[in-house]
């Protein structure tokens, strides 16, 4: 596999990075190669930052993005789509203190706990189809002191 990467920083406050990576995990089995199952082959993530110096504040955006994953025989597709994940942090300085808030999985991709779903027309979907990469959304609540 491959990683690429960059970061960006501007006068005004404003920062970002990029980061790709590439990757194929296969093995060899009973004289053939299979793809690993479960391994994303590509992953990406965006990161913007602002800060307001003026506020003592930082905000930042954080996408992710997950390629797809070669499934286990037996499901209705043989791999799984491609996630998105969002994660917003907001940071705070006061004096020698820094009061942060960060929600991580923003829109709340969730896996259930069955393998099929019922849907209302009454047929089943296979759940590969909406497995992401992140079970639930986190909210965290951080303040920590520095001299």
Partial sequence: GFNLSSKVVYLTGLSGAVDFNYSRVRYLQAGNWFEEHMVNRWTGAVRVNKQFSAAKTTVSLHWKI??????????SISESPIWQIYNLSVKKNFQNWQLGFDIENLFDWTQPDSPFINQNEGGLIDSALIYGPLIGRRFRLSLSFGL
């Fill in 66 to 75: 997950f390629g797809p994953q070669e499934l286990p025989a037996g499901r």
